[in-house]
Structure formats: structure tokens, C-alpha cells
Nanobody
């Protein structure tokens, strides 16, 4: 059974940085696609970025390009999201997601497994 456990969230001032981690277990993930999504209070879930595990190809939401970087560590079965120049509007619960088709899609329905989320709060 696939398990995804996010960590690294917290409170940071505007302009600061955080690195989120998603530890994956229960499968061999070389054929998986991994994504990060976020959801702010009262808003719909929003795609942030995705990475294809086998070759590291990435896909970003346009609004995240240049500030956020997704990466993976094969040895640790962990996907990371480095977030720089954070803004108050980045405040949300951030979720890690996985699919077994190597999709790096921007739609949540393309993902089969989800973590419990980690809260990111950016103060102004």
C-alpha cells in the first residue's frame, strides 16, 4: 500500500523559504508520477508542480515557475519542494500525490494516492 507522508511545513515571513518533503513508501516508485498540490481556506485545490520519477522531467504551474523547485531523491524515496520568495498568498495546506502511470498532470484526478498534507503559513 502506497503511503505518502509530507513534512517541512511551518510559519515563515514573506520573502522566506521552506523545503517540503514527501516520503513515499509501499512500492517501487520508478514508474510513478509525483505531484504537489495546495489548498487555501475557501479555495479550490491548486496544482503546484509535478515530477516523473524515472527521468526527473518536471511540470510547473505558471505562477510557481521561478520560485518553486520540485526534485526527487531516488535513494530516499523522497520528493522535495523547495519554495523561495514566499508570499502571503502561498499560505495553504500542501499535499503530495502519486500516480502509477508516470503522469505529471496538473489535475488532481490523475493521482491515485494522497498524503495528509502539511500547513504552510506565510506572514506579511
Amino acid at each position: 500500500q502506497v503511503q505518502l507522508v509530507e513534512s517541512g511545513g511551518g510559519v515563515v515571513q514573506a520573502g522566506g523559504s521552506l523545503r517540503l518533503s514527501c516520503a513515499a513508501s509501499g512500492r517501487t516508485f520508478s514508474s510513478y508520477g509525483m505531484g504537489w498540490f495546495r489548498q487555501a481556506p475557501g479555495k479550490e485545490r491548486e496544482f503546484v508542480a509535478a515530477i516523473r520519477w524515472r527521468d526527473g522531467v518536471t511540470h510547473y504551474a505558471d505562477s510557481m515557475k521561478g520560485r518553486f523547485t520540485i526534485s526527487r531523491d531516488n535513494a530516499k524515496n523522497t520528493v522535495y519542494m523547495q519554495m523561495n520568495s514566499l508570499r502571503p498568498e502561498d499560505t495553504a495546506v500542501y499535499y503530495c500525490a502519486a500516480n502509477s502511470q508516470s503522469f505529471i498532470a496538473a489535475t488532481g484526478r490523475s493521482y491515485d494516492y494522497w498524503g495528509q498534507g502539511t500547513q504552510v503559513t506565510v506572514s506579511s
